[in-house]
């Protein structure tokens, strides 16, 4: 997210639409977060989880062919819905998987697992463009970590309580 400007600029656009295109992710992440909670009522928390990251995947590759603003604001629709879906079926998964006892913990660590994740994602994400000169590889890079975390997503099951 924090590089989405930076991308669309180099390649060309210009920095109001770029601005926008944050924007844009912004809001549909909210549109995400609400849909999000009736369809996995309907799909089920794991598919709803594996389709959210399905969609991040495909977004992001999407990026590494997206040179007008178009493409970035489809870019940003499915990004920002997959994204903000993801938020919102954090604590339904952790609930669905591990049960209530311990889930204040649970959702503390995998909150912990962002804020380290987001810290270091976009310092690393700019130094290899300082290296390459491209975010190409940051691009693909996301989008391997977020397929391993679709196939992952394919492996939950709930623990056995009692």
């Not at 609400?34 to 959210?52: F, M, P, W």
């Not at 991040?56 to 903000?84: E, T």
């Not at 006892?101 to 994602?121: Q, R």
Request: with cysteine; proline share 2%; net charge positive.
């Amino acid at each position: 997210l924090v590089h989405i400007v930076s991308h669309a600029t180099d390649i060309g656009i210009f920095p109001t639409s770029a601005a926008i295109i944050l924007s844009v992710i912004g809001g549909v992440s909210i549109a995400g977060r609400l849909a999000l909670g009736t369809i996995s009522d309907r799909i089920g928390n794991k598919r709803a989880t594996i389709v959210c990251f399905s969609l991040l995947v495909l977004s992001i590759l999407w990026l590494l062919i997206a040179d007008r603003l178009w493409m970035f604001y489809l870019f940003a629709v499915f990004f920002g819905f997959a994204y903000g879906g993801l938020i919102s079926l954090n604590s339904l998964i952790v609930a669905e998987l591990f049960g209530l006892t311990s889930m204040g913990v649970i959702l503390g660590l995998i909150t912990f697992g962002y804020a380290i994740g987001e810290s270091v994602g976009p310092t690393l994400a700019g130094r290899i463009f300082d290296i390459t000169g491209s975010y190409q590889p940051v691009f693909i890079i996301s989008a391997a970590l977020a397929l391993g975390a679709t196939m992952l997503a394919t492996t939950l099951k709930p623990i056995k309580q009692g």
